[in-house]
């Protein structure tokens, strides 16, 4: 068995005997399929562990803390793992407050609260955890807070979210930084926002937060909203004597879904993705906004760390022509995976088993779902397929399993995380007995 090469964007690379298995880390992908089944997730713990290595390098010598965006993948283990990094958690749940809880109590300190929608029961949860902060969305959700930390005898600590009504390319569905999008508070309003915790016994306005969409790649319009931020603070320091003293910047970094995996042909020559270069060059927009700001600054990217370290492991059960279109039907579908159906996005389809001598044909990848919608690619070029054979969608780390479902009733998928040579199962494919387990079968009378 072959060690991956070093520097991988992604985990997933061609090895073993001629090159034709695909391998997750040192860890062949048709092992798992053969151990655990399909639909899988597979992630690299490795993989996990360099992004946020990459983002302590490139943050190196300010006060950040990275608090990863728990919606992107929640699953124990990896919030375990990532704990054990030392990160916090950006959370905007109860749900995902208990989450941290469980796997890492101790980090319950080092969470912020994100979220248009929180509820009482949630903010009391969350005052109850002592977290690190509130992201304060509306003069609404200002009040509750106020009122359930009176209930509690609490100072309540909080940030209020501020759109910076900046604009950045993403697909419409996930960009949230503009006065037109439901999120935050204008920023023009905050500073009487600002006034009005500053009075109140109960509320200590410890911090400013943006956010201003996800899988943005270009990285100008985050030091823009930071620039925004900025003069806020300033003027709250200069104008009110309120000393900001954590800056938080988001998430929303984006990846690249089009690479080719590392040891495939080039596709169209593209230049690889470089995760490392991405990262940095965020940083430097951050840092120069920044400039003269000495405190805290808190991070919450989730696609960027945990996307590319997972693919979504299907197999094949069918192909079949439609008039012109060949069509190849595979076991895992969109209530699995529903970013194609749900934002058009792509993701790399690769064999679990390069075959000598398969011509590429042009294909749609679907599911069983009944639903038009339920594609992973459509007048996609790969390598022929046929019934049993595996494959793997890339990049499906981040919004793949956390947005799953059961339409259909269809379990959802099992999780393995690999570390190095090893893999564990980080939960169990769901049974008949847990798809029906919250429900009655009652006779109307
Ligand atoms: C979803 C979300 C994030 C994470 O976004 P990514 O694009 O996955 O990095 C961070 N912060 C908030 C408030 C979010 O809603």
Do not use: W
């Not at 000495?294 to 945990?306: A, N, Q, Y």
């Not at 594609?375 to 996609?380: L, S, V």
């Amino acid at each position: 068995m072959r060690t991956p090469p070093a520097n991988l964007v992604r985990p997933f690379h061609y090895g073993g005997a001629e090159d034709r298995e695909l391998f997750c880390d040192r860890v062949p992908l048709a092992r798992l399929v053969r151990q655990y089944g399909t639909p899988l997730y597979v992630y690299s713990a490795n993989n996990i562990l360099d992004r946020v290595q990459m983002f302590a390098e490139a943050f190196a010598g300010m006060r950040a803390t990275l608090c990863y965006s728990v919606k992107a993948n929640s699953n124990l283990s990896i919030l375990r793992l990532l704990a054990s990094a030392g990160a916090g958690f950006d959370i905007v749940s109860g749900g995902e407050l208990e989450r941290v809880r469980q796997a890492a109590r101790p980090s319950l300190r080092r969470v912020v609260f994100s979220g248009v929608g929180k509820t009482a029961a949630e903010i009391d949860a969350a005052l109850a955890a002592q977290i690190l902060v509130f992201n304060v969305e509306s003069p609404a959700e200002l009040d509750l807070l106020e009122q359930r930390a009176r209930h509690f005898r609490k100072r309540a600590p909080l940030a209020m979210r501020v759109n910076p009504d900046v604009f950045a390319a993403t697909h419409p569905y996930i960009s949230t930084g503009m006065t037109a999008h439901k999120f935050g508070v204008a920023i023009g309003d905050a500073t009487a926002l600002y006034q009005r915790a500053a009075r109140s016994a109960y509320l200590v306005p410890t911090g400013v937060s943006v956010h201003i969409g996800s899988q943005i790649r270009v990285t100008e319009p985050f030091g823009q909203a930071l620039h925004r931020v900025m003069e806020l603070v300033r003027e709250l320091k200069s104008s009110h004597g309120i000393r900001i003293q954590h800056i938080d910047a988001g998430g929303g970094l984006g990846i690249s879904y089009d690479d080719p995996p590392q040891a495939g042909k080039s596709r169209k020559d593209v230049p690889l993705f470089d995760p490392k270069a991405a990262v940095q060059g965020y940083a430097q927009h951050i840092r120069a906004a920044l400039a003269g700001f000495d405190s805290e600054l808190l991070l919450e990217p989730g696609r960027f760390i945990i996307a590319q370290a997972g693919a979504l492991l299907a197999q094949v059960l069918y192909t079949k022509r439609n008039g012109p279109k060949t069509f190849v039907v595979t076991d895992a579908a969109m209530n699995d995976l529903i970013r194609p159906a749900l934002y058009q996005a792509y993701h790399s389809i690769v064999p679990l088993r390069r075959r000598q001598n398969r011509p590429s044909t042009v294909v749609d990848v679907v599911g069983p779902v009944c639903e038009t919608g339920d594609f992973f690619a459509r007048d996609r070029e790969l390598p022929a397929l046929q019934g049993g054979d595996s494959i793997a969608l890339l990049d499906a780390g981040a919004y793949g399993m956390s947005l799953s479902s059961n339409y259909n009733s269809r379990p959802r998928a099992a999780e393995v995380l690999v570390e190095g040579n090893r893999h564990r199962l980080i939960r169990r494919r769901e049974t008949m007995r847990d798809l029906l387990a919250a429900e009655k079968s009652l006779l109307l009378k």
